[in-house]
């Protein structure tokens, strides 16, 4: 029968009226290193402090040289000491956190997880992944106060924090746990490499939400890439890591440009690349980049004055729909009719750039989008127009911006006219991710943009595909960190 040793700095933490099994102090654990001569006890370490050096830390380091299975071990009270050395395990236990929420009520701020047991029943599963995260006897969740419940910290508790309620939980979450055959934990992949996520959680129409985010760092982990989240405030330190993937709108007089500048500087592969955000930014060049090389596009003029906005319906058709040349998300797009009107918007737009584009109107029910990575097609999804408007995002001023729905497509059942174009389109850009949206009307089938930091939401532009999306997406980058 298995031998289990209570460790305590003070007989009043945890005494033997509490267990039936042998209590002993750390001290004399340390000192008396032939006390269990010829057998191999199990030891829970409730010291007050797991600190560096300190006398609990000593007893889990000398238990795991006398081969001793002990709780917490070294290593756990390491990765526990800084957020930073945990952050490659919060996007796996707050999903399960999070699922297990939705079944349960009243969870407050904190959460008290006592050798993979929780006083919550719903919330048994988030337990026993954190137990299989880091083997401690007793851990402290916070928890943030937002929707989406993130982790803001995990703490091994000292037994002298615990008040009576707590300390009968912890007395018979151990008499639980002793009774199981003693289970080590799961192997986890080492993480090889960072791949640094810059992104905004405040930003209104993110290219890829938190959620989103969260998903991909599960799969990346599964490849030994850590997700390590970054804001704009950090390109000081950008070249701590292997690879950088944008995730904020792009544009190249903010500081996304900067970012994808360093990264290029650095030799560390980044996606959008600065080449790719100044070629997809600015929609002259794409329409002339287009026609130079044969790819259909809409009916297209560029204007420079408003002289050259004189008999547009005449030559693209009625309405005419006019650009400014780096408009995202709908944005600086106008749907015009009649010669004044027009007139008067080409002026309008004139005063705050150079060039502007016109182009025929197409009238569609959806836009089609096909992701393209490396070349080569990524998804397939129709984003459906805006309720009651001509494009699929709806921006009015003061009001919050009202989007399409989507239906997704699988690559194999979407027209091959359309997958054929958007890559031929896509690779004249480069080698990176990037959405290329087409219509599809009567026999023709025209590319109305390339977008070199496309929308890629779980649930969305993955739900065909699945998560082959995001694998390839993160085999990307280890290819080339690997190639450096």
């Given at each position: 029968?298995a031998?289990?040793?209570?460790l305590?700095?003070?007989?009043?933490d945890?005494?033997?009226?509490?267990?039936?099994?042998?209590v002993m102090?750390?001290?004399d654990?340390m000192?008396?290193?032939?006390?269990?001569?010829g057998t191999?006890?199990?030891i829970?370490n409730?010291?007050?402090?797991?600190?560096?050096?300190g006398?609990?830390y000593?007893?889990?380091?000398?238990?795991?040289?006398?081969?001793?299975?002990?709780l917490p071990?070294?290593e756990t009270?390491?990765?526990l000491?800084r957020k930073?050395?945990?952050?490659?395990?919060l996007?796996e236990?707050?999903?399960s956190?999070?699922r297990?929420?939705?079944k349960?009520?009243g969870?407050?701020?904190?959460?008290?997880?006592?050798?993979?047991q929780t006083?919550i029943?719903?919330?048994e599963?988030?337990?026993?992944?954190l137990?299989?995260?880091y083997r401690?006897p007793i851990l402290?969740?916070?928890?943030?106060k937002?929707?989406?419940?993130a982790i803001t910290r995990?703490?091994?508790?000292p037994i002298?924090?615990?008040?009576?309620t707590?300390?009968?939980?912890?007395?018979?979450?151990?008499?639980?746990y002793?009774?199981?055959?003693?289970?080590?934990?799961k192997?986890?992949?080492?993480?090889?490499y960072s791949?640094?996520?810059?992104?905004?959680?405040?930003?209104?129409?993110?290219p890829?939400?938190?959620a989103?985010l969260r998903?991909l760092a599960?799969?990346?982990a599964r490849q030994?890439?850590?997700i390590v989240?970054?804001?704009k405030?950090?390109l000081d330190?950008?070249?701590?890591y292997?690879?950088?993937?944008?995730?904020?709108t792009?544009?190249i007089d903010?500081?996304?440009y900067?970012?994808?500048r360093?990264?290029v500087q650095e030799?560390?592969?980044v996606?959008d690349?600065?080449?790719?955000m100044?070629r997809?930014?600015?929609?002259v060049y794409?329409?002339?980049?287009?026609?130079t090389?044969?790819i259909p596009i809409?009916?297209t003029?560029?204007l420079s004055?408003?002289?050259?906005?004189?008999?547009?319906?005449a030559?693209?058709g009625?309405?005419v729909?006019l650009?400014?040349?780096?408009?995202s998300?709908s944005r600086?797009?106008?749907?015009?009719?009649?010669?004044t009107?027009?007139?008067?918007k080409?002026?309008e737009?004139l005063?705050d750039s150079d060039i502007?584009?016109a182009?025929?109107?197409c009238?569609?029910e959806?836009d089609?989008r096909i992701?393209v990575?490396d070349?080569?097609?990524l998804f397939?999804?129709?984003?459906l127009?805006a309720k009651?408007h001509?494009?699929i995002v709806?921006?009015?001023?003061?009001?919050?911006?009202?989007?399409?729905?989507?239906r997704?497509?699988?690559l194999?059942?979407?027209p091959?006219?359309v997958?054929?174009t958007?890559v031929?389109?896509?690779?004249?850009?480069?080698?990176?991710?990037y959405?290329v949206?087409l219509?599809?009307?009567?026999?023709?089938v025209v590319v109305i943009e390339?977008?070199?930091n496309?929308?890629?939401?779980h649930g969305?532009?993955d739900s065909?595909e699945?998560?082959?999306v995001w694998?390839r997406l993160?085999?990307w980058?280890?290819r080339?960190i690997?190639a450096?």
């Amino acid at each position: 029968m298995a031998t289990w040793v209570v460790l305590v700095d003070n007989p009043k933490d945890f005494s033997n009226a509490d267990t039936p099994h042998k209590v002993m102090s750390v001290r004399d654990y340390m000192l008396r290193p032939k006390l269990f001569t010829g057998t191999n006890p199990n030891i829970i370490n409730l010291s007050r402090s797991f600190a560096y050096q300190g006398a609990g830390y000593y007893a889990s380091l000398l238990a795991e040289a006398r081969q001793h299975r002990v709780l917490p071990n070294v290593e756990t009270m390491i990765e526990l000491s800084r957020k930073g050395l945990y952050r490659h395990a919060l996007p796996e236990l707050e999903d399960s956190l999070n699922r297990c929420l939705a079944k349960a009520e009243g969870v407050g701020d904190k959460l008290l997880v006592c050798l993979g047991q929780t006083e919550i029943a719903a919330l048994e599963p988030f337990a026993r992944l954190l137990f299989d995260w880091y083997r401690a006897p007793i851990l402290e969740v916070s928890l943030g106060k937002d929707s989406w419940r993130a982790i803001t910290r995990i703490r091994v508790v000292p037994i002298s924090d615990l008040d009576p309620t707590s300390r009968s939980f912890l007395s018979a979450s151990l008499e639980s746990y002793t009774h199981r055959a003693w289970r080590a934990p799961k192997q986890r992949l080492p993480m090889k490499y960072s791949l640094a996520v810059l992104a905004n959680a405040k930003e209104e129409l993110p290219p890829s939400s938190q959620a989103s985010l969260r998903h991909l760092a599960k799969v990346a982990a599964r490849q030994g890439v850590e997700i390590v989240p970054i804001g704009k405030g950090d390109l000081d330190r950008l070249a701590q890591y292997d690879a950088l993937f944008i995730r904020e709108t792009t544009n190249i007089d903010n500081h996304t440009y900067r970012f994808a500048r360093r990264a290029v500087q650095e030799r560390m592969p980044v996606i959008d690349d600065p080449v790719s955000m100044i070629r997809c930014t600015n929609k002259v060049y794409l329409a002339e980049l287009m026609e130079t090389h044969g790819i259909p596009i809409p009916k297209t003029a560029i204007l420079s004055s408003v002289k050259e906005a004189a008999g547009l319906e005449a030559r693209l058709g009625s309405p005419v729909v006019l650009k400014i040349p780096d408009g995202s998300f709908s944005r600086g797009v106008f749907r015009v009719a009649g010669e004044t009107a027009i007139a008067d918007k080409v002026k309008e737009l004139l005063e705050d750039s150079d060039i502007i584009i016109a182009q025929e109107y197409c009238p569609t029910e959806f836009d089609w989008r096909i992701g393209v990575l490396d070349g080569e097609p990524l998804f397939a999804v129709q984003y459906l127009m805006a309720k009651k408007h001509w494009q699929i995002v709806k921006h009015e001023d003061g009001k919050q911006a009202k989007e399409g729905s989507f239906r997704s497509i699988s690559l194999a059942e979407t027209p091959p006219a359309v997958v054929e174009t958007a890559v031929r389109a896509a690779r004249l850009i480069g080698d990176g991710l990037y959405g290329v949206d087409l219509k599809s009307f009567g026999d023709r089938v025209v590319v109305i943009e390339v977008n070199d930091n496309p929308n890629l939401d779980h649930g969305v532009e993955d739900s065909m595909e699945k998560d082959a999306v995001w694998e390839r997406l993160v085999r990307w980058f280890v290819r080339r960190i690997e190639a450096r």
